[in-house]
């Protein structure tokens, strides 16, 4: 990402009603890049008029299974630009792209371990296991096609994922809440 907030170079945060939306933009704009909420039924159209140099997409409340559950346009994650998924951001791009989105036994909420599951470009420079911040009880249950299990925990078989080829990486957890350097330098790999 760039070093100067300007709105020429600026990141999307695709709003599915994170209570840590504008969190994700704050830390965006402390790594000096300027950043914009939008809302999750945003366009492909429209996210490409915007030409934004990367997207983020929140988390959210709801299930991806639900009747009503907000979605993502899949041509967005078609256009060639890096996306980078959260928690529901994770789930939602998942199913836009052939993936599956399951109910776990057993959801995980606050502190959880995870462990590197293979090489990965957003974790790069990080330790192979470290503490994130999950609160969830869906849970990706199968990649879409030609993505990697990047982590895992005991009770979350993908706590990320990633298709480096399309600049698409997701994780199940929330780096940047409580673990200020490590979802600094998640967002600076990405």
């Not at 429209?46 to 041509?75: F, K």
């Not at 925990?153 to 994780?171: D, I, N």
Request: hydrophobic residues 40%.
């Amino acid at each position: 990402m760039a070093e100067s907030a300007t709105p020429e170079q600026k990141v999307i945060v695709v709003d599915f009603g994170a209570q840590y939306g504008q969190l994700i933009a704050r830390r965006v704009r402390d790594l000096h890049v300027y950043s914009e909420i939008v809302p999750c039924d945003i366009t492909a159209a429209e996210v490409r008029a915007m030409a934004p140099a990367a997207i983020i997409l929140s988390g959210g409340p709801a299930s991806v299974y639900a009747e009503d559950a907000p979605s993502i346009d899949p041509e967005i994650l078609a256009l060639g630009i890096p996306v980078l998924g959260f928690c529901y951001g994770q789930q939602a791009m998942a199913v836009a792209l052939g993936g599956e989105v399951g109910h776990t036994e057993k959801g995980e909420y606050g502190p959880a371990l995870i462990t590197r599951a293979s090489e990965s470009a957003l974790f790069d420079g990080t330790p192979g296991e470290q503490t994130v911040w999950m609160s969830h009880r869906d849970a990706v249950s199968r990649v879409p096609e030609g993505f990697t299990v990047s982590s895992r925990t005991e009770v979350c078989p993908v706590a990320s994922m990633e298709y480096p080829e399309r600049k698409l990486y997701a994780t199940q957890f929330h780096p940047e809440v409580r673990h200020t350097e490590f979802g600094q330098t998640m967002l600076r790999n990405f």
